[in-house]
């Protein structure tokens, strides 16, 4: 079994920055593809990145590209999100994933994740 676990979020202005982690424990996550979601209030869970085990595989939704970067550090089974240009829009719980399967290219698709953590909270204030 896997846990995820996310921290880094918080509190920001509009413009500034938050890097989220996500770290794994139960088993190793390095043959995994990783991914991030959010869920706003009053809204349905969305994909943000994903990044497959080998990092050659990325994936942005197309309203975080150019903005947030996805990274993995095998080594200490942790996955990143540094967000950068924050706006209010970008206010949510974020949630990291792993996807089990082996896969051509990640995935956005919520059902493809196996293991997700418990989410964190990220608030923009403009």
């Known amino acids: 079994q896997v846990q995820l676990l996310e921290s880094g979020g918080g509190s920001v202005q509009a413009g500034g920055s938050l890097r989220l982690s996500c770290a794994a424990s139960?088993?190793?996550?390095?043959?995994?593809?990783m991914g991030w979601f959010r869920q706003a209030p009053g809204k349905e869970r969305e994909f943000v990145a994903a990044?497959?085990?080998?990092?050659?595989?990325?994936d942005y939704a197309d309203s975080v590209k150019g903005r947030f970067t996805i990274s993995r550090d095998n080594a200490q089974n942790t996955g990143y999100l540094q967000m950068n240009s924050l706006n209010s829009e970008d206010t949510a719980v974020y949630y990291c994933?792993?996807?089990?399967?082996?896969?051509?290219?990640?995935?956005?698709?919520?059902?493809?994740?196996?293991?997700w953590g418990q989410g964190t909270q990220v608030t923009v204030s403009s």
């Open positions: 994933a792993a996807d089990r399967t082996v896969r051509m290219f990640v995935t956005r698709l919520i059902r493809n994740y196996d293991y």
């Open positions: 990044i497959s085990w080998s990092g050659r595989s990325i």
């Open positions: 139960g088993r190793t996550v390095t043959n995994y593809a």
